[in-house]
């Protein structure tokens, strides 16, 4: 089974993401079976059909990076999974959008990274309120991902405050507090 | 200047670690290329023409003794021998080894120092006025604020992969020595009618392919709110700025794009619900900041001092040097002096190591151990005290830091070029070379007069062409090497950008085209009126006319030979 980052810990993970075909239309894309992450224009056309899954918590909706999160707020309760994709890593859209969902619309459940998704990048993803990191399948070696979870806490002091400051463990906050983002 | 308290050391120090795990693992080829370019582009690593090239971060150009020191130590050590001032404020080191980059950013660490986001799609290091701080004219220090719009820049997690990269600078003085217009926030410290301390804040400049002054978005945002504003001015950009074309993804494009009324219209909207959200400033956070910055107490002195007088009296060289290199200060009895990296033969900007160590031991001696780094390529000692200004240049002169050219034509703003960097289209240094040779005449460059003149190697205008009185820049036409030539750009409070003249020249015409605009400038200037004065007066045409006429000239003599 594939495995992801989710608060703080490698762990095994059974969502799939559906991604629409070039011939695909949202309106009549049949949506397997089982724990899916459905694009938003599939959610917006087939809401009615989904929502029952999306509330038992069987059914996520990911944005892209032209997503308009205040057009999407209304939809965030129905919700305990969103994901938003970062077509390159180079494409910061995703972070502004994570922080707009957290701080702005006060989104609480798992808010998810997935797409070209680097270690490297994990520390701001996390910051910017994810909770969960989905690097493309066997991107990462074992060792390498929890290389990767181990430097989730290289800087024990940080500048500013962010929207996923308060989704940090416990250990962290805990740092974060004595941090300079206390000071600044 | 500031000093780091124990978190801004141990950011630093984990930035050190963190860099040297991924050069390791793209090294061992665990990170592709791709994947490590951003990575040591966001700690000011390029790979050059050369080598890779390593851009320490400067913070709004203040330097204390012992960096330079280090600095002097890297050079000496890991490069040839010498660092290069950037037209940022920072230092770049041309010929380090990739492997010892982590090693010489810990080197760095140790004196407080980093080249965090001196590169990348990221907020870049904030630049400032040189004399922040001592300048007569100031009216608010920018240092703190310069200070907290770094600790706030520095890995913003939201901000790190914008569109392109991004630029601020701070101006606190009545006169803009910071080209706040030129970037893409620029912050001009101001104080409402109550005396409140606020920001005017611009929008939109840059220079390079598409040059576009900045454009107020905002009169007067109140200080406790500067950074949420910031963050909205970002987020509008982060979420719809280009990304589709490098050359259309810089902020600037985004606000000619919407138009600044309407682009301002949705960072008010974006900063509406942030307004005292969390990186809300408090007067205790200011002064925790500001109480770091360790100035030195200078009991006022008496002015006019006797030696002092003598000197000026009887040394024409002297009096020279303090005419053109020595600027106002705004406590009685000291001064600021301008070291002057511009001597003829050595490249703009250019430092070698023996002058890093000898620079410091002059800070440590007359300047309370600072050192300023300028935009336009040279350094600064604040607060000296005017009874030590002959002593001061004398020392400066064996150093070869003293040449009094300061504003003059011959202290030219230089980007490395085709020499050193991999995105010129052609060499700059040389064209500097031959026009500081042709001109090198004292008394001719007295006698014109304060003038700017500034190349680039290529449209991205690291050399600052177009707010040149005079600007080069460097073009490829068919694989040859040629020069564009602008005229009336103007930088500070009148900023302008520069018109171009007409069809481009070779290198070797190069020496001959600036004496022509000299020479038209001579004869038609009226009393006490500078070069750009002159071009606003009569016009760009009247001087295209008359280079291209000489130019004429010069080919059919050639013809005839």
């Known amino acids: 089974m594939p495995q992801i980052i989710k608060d703080g810990r490698i762990q095994d993970d059974a969502w799939k993401v559906l991604r629409l075909g070039e011939n695909d239309d949202a309106v009549t894309l049949k949506v397997p079976a089982g724990r899916v992450i459905v694009p938003l224009a599939v959610w917006r056309a087939q809401r009615p059909y989904l929502k029952g899954r999306a509330e038992a918590g069987v059914l996520g909706v990911w944005l892209a990076g032209d997503a308009e999160p205040s057009e999407f707020a209304g939809d965030l309760p129905l919700l305990q999974l969103v994901a938003i994709d970062f077509p390159a890593f180079t494409d910061g859209r995703g972070y502004s959008i994570a922080v707009l969902l957290r701080s702005r619309y006060g989104y609480t459940g798992e808010l998810r990274a997935i797409g070209e998704v680097l270690r490297d990048q994990f520390f701001f993803m996390i910051r910017c309120g994810f909770n969960a990191i989905q690097p493309y399948e066997g991107r990462y070696s074992q060792t390498q991902i929890e290389a990767a979870l181990a430097s989730l806490s290289d800087f024990p002091a940080l500048y500013q405050g962010a929207a996923g400051d308060r989704v940090f463990t416990a250990k962290r906050r805990r740092e974060a507090t004595m941090g300079c983002h206390q000071r600044i | ?561």
């Open chain 2, 1 to 561: 200047m500031y000093q780091y308290d124990e978190y801004d050391q141990r950011i630093v120090d984990e930035r050190v670690v963190q860099f040297a795990d991924q050069t390791a693992r793209f090294l061992a080829g665990e990170l592709s290329e791709d994947e490590y370019r951003p990575l040591r582009l966001q700690n000011g690593l390029y790979i050059q023409r050369h080598a890779p090239m390593l851009r320490v971060a400067v913070p709004y150009g203040n330097l204390r003794s012992d960096q330079l020191r280090m600095f002097g130590h890297i050079a000496r050590t890991y490069d040839r021998g010498y660092g290069h001032f950037s037209t940022r404020q920072n230092l770049q080191f041309n010929w380090p080894r990739l492997e010892c980059v982590p090693e010489i950013l810990g080197l760095l660490a140790t004196v407080q120092m980093h080249a965090i986001q001196t590169s990348g799609n990221c907020i870049r290091n904030v630049t400032s006025d040189p004399f922040a701080g001592v300048a007569a004219d100031e009216h608010i220090d920018p240092r703190p604020w310069c200070e907290i719009v770094r600790q706030w820049s520095t890995f913003h997690p939201e901000f790190a992969f914008l569109p392109r990269k991004f630029k601020l600078a701070v101006n606190g003085a009545a006169q803009d020595r910071a080209i706040i217009q030129a970037h893409d926030i620029g912050l001009d410290l101001v104080r409402d009618a109550d005396g409140n301390t606020g920001f005017r804040v611009l929008v939109g400049g840059g220079l390079g392919r598409t040059p576009i002054l900045g454009e107020e978005v905002s009169s007067f945002v109140p200080w406790q709110q500067i950074l949420n504003y910031c963050e909205a001015i970002l987020r509008v950009y982060n979420l719809h700025g280009r990304r589709d074309n490098i050359y259309k993804a810089r902020i600037k494009i985004l606000v000619k794009s919407l138009g600044v009324a309407e682009f301002a219209r949705q960072v008010e909207a974006e900063f509406a619900p942030m307004k005292d959200g969390p990186s809300t400033l408090t007067q205790a956070k200011i002064e925790r900041v500001a109480s770091r910055f360790s100035d030195p107490l200078l009991p006022e002195l008496p002015v006019n001092e006797a030696g002092h007088m003598t000197h000026l009296a009887g040394n024409k060289a002297f009096a020279n040097w303090v005419k053109r290199n020595v600027r106002a200060h705004k406590v009685q009895g000291y001064a600021n002096v301008v070291l002057s990296l511009k001597k003829s033969g050595v490249a703009p900007g250019d430092v070698t190591a023996d002058q890093f160590d000898a620079i410091a031991d002059l800070a440590d001696q007359y300047a309370f151990g600072e050192v300023r780094s300028t935009h336009e390529q040279n350094l600064v000692l604040a607060s000296v005290r005017q009874a030590d200004l002959f002593a001061v240049w004398q020392k400066a002169r064996d150093l070869g830091l003293a040449t009094p050219n300061i504003g003059l034509l011959t202290d030219m703003i230089v980007c490395p070029g085709g020499d050193f960097c991999v995105l010129a289209n052609a060499k700059s240094i040389p064209i500097a070379k031959a026009i500081q040779q042709r001109f090198d005449d004292l008394d001719y460059l007295h006698d014109i007069g304060e003038i700017e003149l500034n190349i680039s190697g290529c449209m991205n205008a690291c050399g600052h062409h177009h707010v040149g009185h005079i600007g080069v820049l460097g073009v490829d036409k068919h694989g040859e090497e040629w020069y564009q030539v602008t005229i009336g750009g103007d930088q500070g409070n009148e900023a302008a950008l520069g018109k171009v003249i007409g069809p481009s020249f070779t290198a070797a015409e190069m020496p001959d085209v600036i004496g022509s605009l000299l020479g038209h400038y001579i004869d038609r200037r009226h009393a006490d009126e500078r070069f750009i004065d002159t071009v606003r007066r009569i016009g760009t045409e009247s001087f295209k006319t008359h280079v291209y006429a000489e130019r004429l000239e010069r080919l059919e003599a050639m013809e005839v030979c």
